[in-house]
């Protein structure tokens, strides 16, 4: 079945350091991929999306390109801050697969001043 | 306007025990699901409303597990006989319609932690 897999945390950083997440996932379908973030005491929101192949999503400075012929969605950012602190979550979500959405474990990131 | 909310917001008791999880989601949203947060694994999907309906009950763990949604609004997951297992935090999401695809952004509320003794 369809499933994502993101890289384990937790992840620390100093403040204005590159940041790579890796996610892959298995479809069976063409799915939309997705990262979401869990600021502390938050909810989850959406971070960025990408519903096709070799689209980028962006939001935030944070960037991530759907490539389909490794099959990942890896989040990246040129330069954290501090209040990047959080909990990323890489997701996938297929038509052929109705509604559900299925995620990843979370990345937990620390950015230290 | 109000985001999604969910009560309560922690839940302690006891084994055995049946427990009811509320959720309300944004005003005009038609479409509503249900996660489960484990300690150390991914949203796990339960349970998804389109309407007052759900089309999809595929993520029910168990038939201890039932969700019921009134009124194309509040949404209520019921857990009877609780196991220590199912302690997690609970999470609801609702979008503007079915969010399969991306089509829909889901807004997700805070979650309800369910402690079982």
């Known amino acids: 079945g369809d499933s994502v897999t993101q890289m384990e945390g937790p992840v620390t950083l100093s403040e204005e350091a590159f940041l790579t997440i890796n996610c892959t996932y298995t479809?069976?379908?063409?799915?939309?991929l997705f990262w979401y973030v869990q600021y502390p005491g938050e909810g989850l929101q959406l971070l960025l999306k990408?519903?096709?192949?070799?689209d980028k999503g962006s939001n935030k400075g944070f960037e991530a390109t759907y490539r389909k012929e490794t099959t990942s969605f890896h989040l990246e950012k040129g330069s954290v801050q501090v209040s990047d602190s959080a909990v990323y979550f890489c997701a996938l979500s297929s038509l052929n697969t109705g509604n559900q959405f299925y995620f990843g474990t979370g990345t937990s990131l620390t950015v230290i001043p | 306007g109000a985001g999604v909310s969910q009560s309560p917001s922690n839940k302690v008791t006891e084994k055995g025990k049946d427990v009811e999880l509320r959720c309300d989601p944004i005003?005009?949203?038609?479409?509503l699901y249900w996660y489960r947060q484990s300690l150390g694994q991914g949203l796990e999907f339960l349970i998804y409303f389109q309407g007052n309906s759900a089309p999809d009950k595929s993520g029910l763990p168990s038939d201890r597990f039932s969700a019921e949604r009134t009124g194309g609004s509040v949404s209520t997951l019921t857990i009877q006989r609780t196991q220590q297992e199912d302690s997690a935090v609970y999470l609801c999401a609702s979008s503007l319609g079915p969010s399969g695809g991306g089509a829909y952004e889901q807004y997700f509320g805070p979650g309800t932690r369910l402690t079982v003794t």
């Open positions: 005003s005009g949203h038609t479409a």
């Open positions: 479809a069976t379908g063409y799915p939309s």
């Open positions: 990408a519903t096709k192949a070799d």
